[in-house]
């Protein structure tokens, strides 16, 4: 079973359409990172949350401990915004240092 | 804004023949990492390195594979006897003062293993 799981896959949406990309994991986690990864490879880290909300232009990333669950919202989503965006966990305990990593989720948006 | 900076972009070696993937993390930074992207899978870690030592690593970190921090800016990633199973990206990382830290990743280098 992954410890961190994505979903959707895959995501196609219109230019302007409001993003949700769900994360959800079964480990002890001290804290959360959502990040993205462009076609060419390169990833960028968006958010690192271990409660509540953050937010940084368009993009709100929140989380939920107790059902350790979190989200990450794009409004008023952009063709630019088209990327692969990855979930990942510090986890607590033996493996405290890697980062967990989900699946990701393929984002495209059409103009 | 800093950056981690790593090299070659791509490399192209034969099989059994040794590679070393190099990394500048950001020059304040203390902990640095590996990871590994096989194509279409997702991002594995492969080592993390903190204080000149290696502080945890994967199953997939063998005896095939070492670290260095060999002049107080490269961090590199050796990898002795390459196997066509090694060819994937790696990203190299760091982050400040401790590990819960956002971490910033460099572009990667694309090994391809012939």
């Known amino acids: 079973k992954n410890e961190v799981e994505q979903s959707p896959q895959n995501l196609t949406a219109q230019e302007g359409e409001f993003i949700t990309i769900n994360c959800s994991y079964s480990v002890g986690i001290s804290a959360l990172h959502w990040l993205q990864q462009h076609p060419g490879g390169g990833i960028v880290s968006l958010f690192m949350?271990?409660?509540?909300?953050k937010k940084h232009g368009r993009l709100i990333a929140t989380i939920n401990i107790q059902e350790k669950h979190s989200s990450l919202h794009i409004t008023a989503s952009h063709p630019r915004d088209s990327a692969v965006y990855i979930c990942a966990v510090n986890g607590i305990g033996a493996s405290n240092y890697q980062l967990i990593w989900g699946a990701g989720t393929k984002l495209i948006i059409k103009p | 804004e800093p950056e981690v900076t790593q090299t070659p972009s791509h490399q192209v070696t034969q099989m059994g023949q040794e590679v070393i993937l190099r990394c500048v993390p950001i020059s304040n930074h203390l902990y640095f990492y590996w990871y590994r992207q096989i194509l279409g899978q997702k991002v594995e870690f492969l080592v993390s390195?903190?204080?000149?030592?290696?502080?945890?690593k994967s199953e997939i970190f063998d005896d095939q594979f070492s670290v260095e921090r060999p002049d107080g800016s490269n961090f590199t990633l050796k990898i002795r006897s390459t196997k066509l199973e090694d060819s994937a990206m790696y990203f190299c990382?760091?982050?400040?003062?401790?590990?819960?830290?956002?971490?910033?990743f460099g572009d990667g280098t694309r090994l391809s293993i012939l």
């Open positions: 949350l271990s409660s509540g909300k």
């Open positions: 390195f903190y204080n000149n030592e290696i502080s945890e």
């Open positions: 990382a760091s982050s400040s003062r401790d590990r819960n830290q956002p971490q910033h």
